[in-house]
């Protein structure tokens, strides 16, 4: 048989090689950057058009490149940063593959002006496919531009596994910010679509920070200093009551790259034990400067996990240095540190006495309270209190008749009945479909709380055993979609309006759903680049519960913004529903319980919360059976 293997063509290797470097505009973006850096810049300016779809561009002020060298550095494997392999382990560089601009050529349409200081004109190269098109002399300033035009053009493939430009802008400034917050002397401008999005001036770090998170990081921020033979610490932690519930600003800089490390994020949230809720989650910009010889250098150029050699002595030098500044800035009680502190009695303790524990129940509360009768809140005015739906008002009136004295057997029964027929009033007035087979198999009176996190109910067959949390989202998750839908929302104006701050993309994500905030309830009295004011909110939620869901829902959008209405409502109902749903952990009176089986049953898809988990399983009397 004849001889089958064969050298693969240069521009094939390349477009293989592409695949592991540049997976998405973001990753141009980091490389590009990176070589100006490397190129000793003082000013860099990155320009996108659709998130980098259409065109990355990094104009830098750097050293610029010999017309040869120009030529030579689209070569893969052609790098001026190191010569020989020892060389690895003294790396100063950001690049050191020489893979990066072969790559790139290799999928997309990519021009190059380049002039160095002493030369009189520069060398403008355009390449497509890897194949230099055009090569000419050029007037252009000292440095290097590169544009980057039509990715994986050639690799429809890739090109349709893109997400959104929403999605891919958001990792395009990830990239962006993780590099400006290390380079802090170089000056940085971001353009998206003609606009500037980011214009860094060259500054210290903790103005740095500012000018990308937002003016109100400033007061946020507690100072870490520490340095060991091992390892220099700098850097930031955000106060603890400045935590945040869903994960936001969280950054490791190893040798002034960024990392992702979850052994020392652990680390950092040792250190903040006690000062932070369980669910709340610090903010940190932690730059680290370690030998190079002590880590492993040879990472992959898009992998951002890093094998330090002693990884448990740095883990303890961060905790430690971090509650050493907790302390010392009096956020944090201030810890000894060569005392054992797991053996200590927690300090809020020492002095208290035994007591025998009470309950305190608030007998008024009522988490499922139509909440225009929210008692003694200030909060509201009457002006948008009308109630949308004439069944509403029939089920307030049922509840009035729950306070009026009737003795407990009675009022269950009262309830069961009233909110009963509201339910299938509720049912009726919108499908005809019924819920259930048999009427009598959710009319149900028999309902316990257990561990503060299940109701459990009899049902004729056996029994339900429902998530209250999850039941409970699946509740407002159905009433959320309603009110957007029907743009019936009712809205409690604020007598103080509520101010947030946020960053200019935090805003912007805001805004994509702001029709449908309104939707819910939600009035906006101005927004601005950096600031939101709200003088209306939704009935469902409370003022405190605002943020959070704003949190949450920026987080969502971060994460994956839907393309079209109808996700984007659904994804802003899930949310409310995550931040309004009684928590797991609240105890519930027996009406209480009573009314979220009721509300629950009378879903139009029970069954399941927003995200598809159940809200309650039953067991048959056959399976007690059974089991005796
Ligand atoms: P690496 O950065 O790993 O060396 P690249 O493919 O990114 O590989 O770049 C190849 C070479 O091209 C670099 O080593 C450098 O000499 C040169 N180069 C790339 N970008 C620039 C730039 N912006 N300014 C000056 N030289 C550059
Ligand atoms: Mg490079």
Redesign the pocket.
């Known amino acids: 048989m004849a001889d089958v293997i064969q050298l693969l063509p240069d521009h094939v290797a390349n477009q293989i090689a592409a695949g592991e470097v540049v997976q998405r505009p973001a990753s141009v973006v980091k490389?590009?950057l990176?070589?100006?850096i490397?190129?000793g810049a003082t000013h860099i300016k990155l320009i996108v058009k659709e998130a980098g779809k259409t065109l990355i561009q990094?104009v830098?002020n750097?050293?610029?490149?010999s017309v040869t060298?120009a030529r030579m550095?689209f070569e893969r494997h052609?790098?001026?940063?190191i010569s020989k392999a020892e060389d690895l382990f003294a790396l100063q560089?950001?690049?050191?593959?020489?893979?990066?601009?072969?790559s790139i050529a290799a999928i997309a349409h990519v021009e190059l002006k380049?002039k160095q200081e002493a030369k009189e004109t520069g060398i403008h190269i355009c390449i497509e496919g890897s194949q230099v098109s055009s090569q000419e002399v050029c007037v252009t300033p000292k440095?290097?531009s590169?544009l980057v035009k039509n990715l994986f053009y050639n690799v429809p493939a890739r090109r349709n596994f893109l997400k959104s430009n929403t999605v891919e802008l958001r990792h395009v400034i990830d990239e962006f910010h993780r590099v400006a917050m290390v380079h802090t002397n170089i000056k940085f401008d971001l353009y998206h679509n003609g606009n500037e999005v980011f214009s860094l001036p060259v500054a210290n770090r903790r103005q740095r920070l500012v000018h990308i998170f937002g003016g109100r990081t400033n007061e946020k921020l507690v100072p870490v200093r520490e340095e060991t033979d091992l390892v220099k610490i700098e850097g930031f932690v955000g106060k603890p009551q400045h935590a945040k519930r869903t994960r936001g600003e969280q950054f490791f800089f190893v040798n002034n790259r960024f990392i992702k490390s979850p052994y020392l994020n652990h680390s950092v949230v040792a250190a903040f034990e006690g000062l932070i809720k369980e669910k709340e989650h610090p903010s940190y910009f932690i730059y680290l400067k370690v030998d190079p010889k002590s880590i492993d250098i040879n990472i992959h150029p898009t992998k951002t996990e890093i094998k330090f050699d002693d990884e448990h002595a740095l883990y303890a030098m961060l905790r430690a240095a971090i509650k050493h500044s907790l302390g010392q800035f009096s956020v944090a009680p201030v810890l000894d540190f060569d005392r054992d502190a797991s053996m200590d009695t927690p300090y809020a303790y020492t002095k208290k006495q035994a007591t025998i524990p009470t309950i305190e129940v608030d007998r008024s509360f009522n988490p499922f309270q139509e909440p225009n009768s929210h008692s003694g809140s200030s909060k509201t005015t009457s002006k948008n209190r009308e109630v949308p739906f004439s069944f509403k008002k029939e089920k307030s009136a049922g509840w009035d008749q729950l306070y009026q004295g009737l003795d407990k057997e009675l009022e269950d029964i009262a309830i069961a009945k009233n909110t009963f027929s509201t339910v299938t009033f509720e049912k009726e007035a919108e499908t005809t479909q019924p819920v259930f087979k048999k009427e009598e198999d959710y009319q149900t009176n028999n309902v316990f709380q257990w561990n503060r996190k299940y109701i459990i109910s009899t049902i004729k067959s056996g029994m339900v055993v429902i998530h209250q949390h999850r039941a409970h989202q699946r509740i407002v998750y159905e009433e959320v979609l309603k009110n957007i839908t029907m743009a019936h929302a009712v809205s409690q104006q604020l007598l103080f309006p509520l101010q947030f701050n946020f960053t200019k993309q935090e805003v912007q994500l805001l805004e994509t759903i702001k029709e449908q905030l309104e939707n819910t309830g939600f009035v906006f009295d101005e927004i601005t680049q950096d600031e939101v004011i709200v003088s209306g909110i939704p009935t469902l939620l409370t003022n405190g519960e605002v943020p959070v869901l704003f949190e949450q829902l920026i987080s969502d959008l971060q994460q994956d913004l839907p393309e079209n209405g109808f996700t984007l409502t659904d994804l802003l109902a899930k949310s409310m529903a995550k931040s309004a749903a009684i928590r797991t952990g609240v105890a519930l009176e027996t009406e209480q319980q009573q009314d979220l089986v009721n509300r629950l049953f009378a879903c139009t898809e029970p069954a399941k919360d927003p995200n598809q988990k159940p809200t309650f399983i039953t067991v048959s009397l056959e399976d007690l059976d059974k089991k005796f």
């Open positions: 490389e590009l990176e070589n100006a490397d190129a990094v830098d750097g050293v610029g490149m060298d550095s052609a790098t001026s940063k560089t950001k690049g050191f593959r020489g893979e990066a601009l072969a380049t440095g290097t590169i």
